[in-house]
């Protein structure tokens, strides 16, 4: 409120313009007056000319003075109360208002309060008397004490210049977009923020949409869409490409509201995120590669822990797991009251298969008797591979429950059916021991030895059939367990040797061969012979060692018995399937410098050449090479084709001692063998009667034209050193010599006839 200078020419404060203005301005000034007084305006008025300053009511209160108060009016006493920064100003602005400038009309300064403190004022004002010579005489004007709201003022700068700096600080750009009107205001840091430099802070609604990247731009205006139609906040975060081409990432809120004009607004913020993205990026990246390489490490070692305990031909558990299960299942049965049952399987010719069809085949054998075992069991019991071609079954079963013997009937109907393997069926079979126990004193390994025993007993019995275990059976085992045992000693101690049967020409009895079988002279129960120990030694897997001992000690005998004056005839060695096999037996046979022709082999007639692999081909291949001659044992009881037979080019054929032995009883008997004689004879090969054990049977076989004959009834088989004293003494001749000798001759004679 300027308080003016005393004017020259306006000394006189009620001067004649007034009194003669009359009641007319009086009236008006009061209506003024009520209007103002009611009003917070501080009314203030210099008369210059009748000298008279009028001061409102509400103008000395606004101060802090007593509405009646007397108003000094001295100008430089009032400049005392204006803020010494404002007085300069004030002084200006007061001439300038009094000179009627437009622009000073209104302005603003502080002013002390009686109370002491500053109050802001709006003074208003304007000149509205001059003198002749335009000169202001009066000036009026209203005073308003804007105190709260420069405060307010003051306040709301404050606080934009804390969120200013805040925004400034966090980079973060703010805008607000009219959707009714589609502008968006940014500001400079979202102008920044967006690489649009020189963009007008006012910007079409499209700006912000061209920025988003093409791959994120459906999705957010998606968003924005929706929260403005819903009228609700939005919250994302999506890539933009700057002006500049730059790519970022901004992560975005926004708040929905209708402002006074009822526009749809939405004001929001954006950041620039895109190195804490990366930063989050690259720890989720980390996260992820631990993760998956904890995942890894996880399933590495599972696959260790099932590699260790599971068979890798059929995936089924092996020992190691079936001795951890053992514990598991007896605890689980002895604590439920059940019984712990164990079915020990055992293929039955599966060592045939892999020797004579090879491992491929035996191995598929061995997954499909896994398959058969698996489908055959319960889902809760627990089927294992244990061993070569050995299985092992756990069942919980009821104490007084009689499936365990149907379960394995049908294991063995199963494992019985033949498998097509590449052309061939092969077929085997299974003998299952088992063994069953509960109570609390189970103990599962007991009741799995027991298993073991009863299939032993299982085998022993003639295979593919299953035998409970039987306390007597302990015994019996435990005397098999022995002499294997004693066997692998027995070899070390050299107490394997040959003995010697002689083999005579059917016609004449003179020796024609001999064949060396094996004997054991086993030091408590003296000689014994292969029944006793062969099918153990099988399983020892030693035939082939005792088969080439043999023949070492045979080619040793001979050459004693020719030193000794003895014409030596052939002599034959049996030779097992596995020793047929051995990819070494050529190198082993070049060693002992076997004279060609004078030895010849014994196989097998169930070693079909059908099924031969590589090998066991090669092996005879060399077998002629070192002039050794293949002899087909047993002929008559296995079903090799005469095909077969001739592939394998064998020298002689032995006719098995079953087809001799019933020969004087059966005209079909003779018939049988006669055809044999007829077929080695039209194919050139000799043919061997085994079994020969009376006169009958010489005679018989004399008459269907045998070629050699070998039994008890001629000589038994004998040690070595027997040998030459029983050639010596020809016994084998006595009692039938001179009888036989004419009644032959006789027979020939009239055959001679009959023939022409
Ligand atoms: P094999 O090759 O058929 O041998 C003939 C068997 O018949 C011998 O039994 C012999 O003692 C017996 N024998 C001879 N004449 C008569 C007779 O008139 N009547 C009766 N009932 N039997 C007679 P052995 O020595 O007990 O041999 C049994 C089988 O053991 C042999 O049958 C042969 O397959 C096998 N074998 C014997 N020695 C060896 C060997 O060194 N290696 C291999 N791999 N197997 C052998
Ligand atoms: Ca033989
Ligand atoms: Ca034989």
């Known amino acids: 409120m300027p308080v003016k200078k005393a004017h020259p020419e306006a ?39 009748l000298d008279r300053k009028y001061y409102s009511p509400t103008w000395k209160t606004m101060r802090g003075m007593a509405p009646d108060e007397e108003v000094a009016g001295d100008y430089d006493a009032w400049l005392q109360l204006v803020h010494p920064d404002d007085r300069d100003f004030i002084a200006h602005a007061i001439d300038r208002q009094n000179a009627g400038d437009p622009d000073y009309q209104i302005f603003e300064y502080r002013e002390r309060h009686q109370d002491g403190r500053w109050i802001w004022i709006e003074c208003r004002g304007a000149c509205v008397e001059w003198d002749e010579n335009g000169v202001p005489t009066r000036i009026v004007g209203t005073d308003t004490d804007i105190t709260a709201r420069k405060e307010a003022e003051e306040t709301l700068s404050r606080l934009s210049r804390r969120l200013d700096l805040a925004l400034e600080i966090s980079r973060i750009g703010v805008f607000e977009a009219d959707i009714e009107e589609d502008m968006v205001e940014w500001d400079d840091r979202l102008i920044a923020i967006y690489g649009l430099k020189g963009a007008a802070r006012r910007i079409a609604g499209d700006v912000w949409a061209k ?66 993205v990366k930063l989050r990026d690259e720890l989720q990246r980390a996260k992820d590669l631990a993760e998956a390489r904890n995942l890894e490490l996880e399933a590495a070692k599972e696959s260790i822990e099932h590699l260790a305990l599971h068979d890798y031909l059929t995936g089924l558990p092996n020992r190691r797991y079936l001795d951890k299960m053992l514990d598991e299942r007896s605890a689980e049965c002895r604590a439920k009251g059940l019984a712990l049952a164990i079915l020990h399987i055992d293929l039955d010719r599966f060592k045939q298969i892999n020797d004579t069809l090879g491992h491929r ?25 244990i061993g070569g071609d050995e299985f092992v079954i756990l069942c919980a079963v009821d104490a007084a429950s009689k499936k365990i013997a149907s379960l394995a009937e049908r294991v063995i109907r199963e494992l019985r059916k033949p498998v097509r393997y590449e052309g061939h069926d092969c ?63 027995g070899l070390e101690r050299n107490e394997f040797v040959p003995f010697y049967q002689l083999q005579f020409d059917a016609r004449t009895l003179d020796v024609a061969g001999v064949e060396t079988l094996a004997r054991w002279q086993h030091p408590v129960h003296g000689l014994l012979t292969p029944d006793r120990f062969l099918d153990i030694a099988e399983d020892l897997d030693v035939v082939s060692t005792i088969d080439a001992l043999i023949l070492e000690r045979a080619l040793a005998d ?85 095909v077969s037979l001739l592939r394998l080019s064998p020298k002689t054929l032995k006719i098995d001692r079953e087809l001799i032995r019933m020969l004087p009883q059966s005209a079909e008997q003779r018939k049988l063998v006669g055809s044999i004689i007829d077929i080695g004879r039209s194919l050139d090969i000799l043919v061997i009667a085994e079994g020969v054990e009376t006169v009958d049977h010489i005679r018989i076989l004399e008459e269907l034209d045998c070629d050699m004959l070998q039994g008890y009834a001629l000589a038994r088989p004998m040690p070595a050193m027997q040998i030459p004293s029983f050639i010596r003494a020809g016994s084998w001749r006595h009692g039938q010599t001179a009888a036989r000798a004419l009644q032959t001759q006789l027979r020939r004679a009239l055959r001679g006839r009959a023939g022409k």
């Open 11 to 49: 000394d006189d404060p009620h001067g004649d313009a007034a009194a003669a203005d009359g009641s007319d301005l009086a009236e008006r000034e009061g209506r003024w007056n009520y209007a103002l007084v009611g009003s917070d305006l501080g009314v203030w008025d210099h008369n210059y000319r």
């Open 211 to 276: 920025s988003l990247h093409p791959d994120d731009r459906e999705r957010v205006l998606g968003l924005a869409d929706s929260s403005v139609e819903s009228g609700s906040d939005f919250q994302q975060e999506y890539r933009i490409i700057r002006g500049d081409g730059i790519e970022r990432v901004i992560r975005a809120r926004s708040a929905f509201f209708i402002d006074g004009n009822g526009h749809r607004k939405l004001i929001g913020a954006n950041w620039d995120v895109t190195e804490e």
């Open 361 to 385: 085949a035996g191995d598929a054998m061995l997954k499909h008797a896994a398959g058969v075992l698996k489908n055959s069991v319960r889902a809760a019991d627990f089927v294992a591979r």
């Open 427 to 489: 077929r085997f079979g299974a003998s299952i021991g088992i063994a069953v126990d509960s109570g609390p004193k189970l103990d599962a390994k007991q009741i799995l030895l027991d298993a073991d025993i009863a299939l032993y007993r299982a085998k022993g019995l003639g295979r593919n059939r299953f035998e409970f275990f039987s306390a007597s059976d302990r015994r019996d085992v435990v005397s098999a367990k022995q002499l294997a045992d004693e066997i692998l000693i």
């Open 558 to 642: 001979r050459r004693a018995w020719i030193k000794d004056g003895l014409s030596v005839p052939k002599i034959s060695v049996n030779v097992s399937a596995r020793r047929l096999a051995d990819p070494d037996l050529g190198k082993k046979l070049r060693a002992l410098k076997i004279q060609p022709g004078s030895i010849s082999f014994e196989l097998l007639e169930s070693i079909s050449l059908d099924d031969c692999d590589e090998a066991v081909t090669a092996n005879l291949k060399k077998l002629r090479k070192f002039g050794i001659d293949i002899q087909i044992d047993d002929f008559g009881t296995g079903h090799a084709s005469i």
